[in-house]
């Protein structure tokens, strides 16, 4: 279980090169590349950088992290969407499912939204792509019942789920869940309201979380995000702390 990548919106603000430094430098060969600042779907220049980058650092793109939410409908976008992974020899693309949580979610909004990832799955499957859900507060994607009821739903081979924990009592339950279709578990250490600690600070729980997977037959990427104060230094712990708990 060493598949250890991390997304570049850990570091928003620093450049494309600058992010594929740090992950040289933390001998991190899988990126995530996020579409909002360093790869949007239509900028080509930004993906022949990318392109390069990867080449030049020996990176590999595991994800594309877009921020295409159900309910857009906008498969023009998403055509592009699939374009820009295809190119940078990522193999997921993580999207948005829906935009409020699975308690306000109407049997007609269900079905629209299964029916609109058959759509994107179908287009994503020519590349030999994966679309994999964030897992996430305020989406539909919020809880292991509500995310293995919509994924039994779409019945895509190439439909998928991340997981992250929500630092609450549910978190080993909605692992177990999603474990038949679990693709990438984002990996941070902060509280439930948001206050970010070193990854060394939930390590109990973590190693818990982590043998869960283990033990499963899942094989997902483990990719590091948001960090405390978004430190290069601290990043760099989060890391060794990771690797740490994997060979344990």
């Known amino acids: 279980m060493q598949n250890i990548a991390f997304t570049t919106v850990t570091f928003r603000k620093k450049s494309r090169r600058e992010i594929c430094e740090i992950a040289c430098k933390n001998h991190i060969k899988y990126i995530e590349w996020g579409g909002d600042v360093h790869l949007p779907p239509d900028d080509e220049a930004a993906l022949q950088e990318v392109i390069s980058l990867q080449k030049e650092f020996g990176l590999t793109a595991i994800s594309y992290?877009?921020?295409?939410?159900?309910?857009?409908?906008?498969?023009?976008?998403?055509?592009?969407?699939v374009n820009t992974a295809d190119k940078t020899g990522a193999k997921i693309i993580r999207i948005w499912?829906?935009?409020?949580?699975?308690?306000?979610?109407?049997?007609?909004?269900?079905?629209?939204?299964?029916?609109?990832?058959?759509?994107?799955?179908?287009?994503?499957?020519?590349?030999?792509?994966?679309?994999?859900?964030?897992?996430?507060?305020?989406?539909?994607?919020?809880?292991?019942?509500?995310?293995?009821?919509?994924?039994?739903?779409?019945?895509?081979?190439?439909?998928?789920?991340?997981?992250?924990?929500?630092?609450t009592s549910e978190d080993t339950e909605n692992l177990k869940a999603v474990l038949p279709y679990l693709i990438c578990v984002h990996i941070f250490e902060w509280n439930e309201n948001g206050h970010r600690y070193s990854l060394k600070h939930g390590v109990a729980k973590w190693r818990v979380f982590l043998k869960i997977i283990e033990n499963s037959d899942a094989e997902p990427y483990f990719v590091m995000e948001f960090v405390k104060h978004d430190s290069k230094r601290q990043f760099a712990k989060d890391v060794k702390t990771l690797r740490q708990m994997l060979t344990e």
């Open 97 to 167: 499912q829906g935009d409020c949580s699975s308690q306000k979610v109407s049997k007609e909004k269900m079905q629209a939204m299964v029916n609109e990832t058959k759509k994107l799955a179908d287009i994503a499957d020519k590349k030999g792509l994966t679309v994999a859900f964030e897992f996430h507060k305020n989406t539909n994607n919020d809880n292991g019942k509500s995310a293995v009821a919509f994924l039994q739903a779409v019945n895509k081979h190439n439909v998928k789920t991340y997981w992250q924990p929500f630092s």
């Open 65 to 81: 992290g877009s921020y295409y939410r159900l309910g857009a409908e906008d498969y023009s976008l998403w055509e592009q969407i």
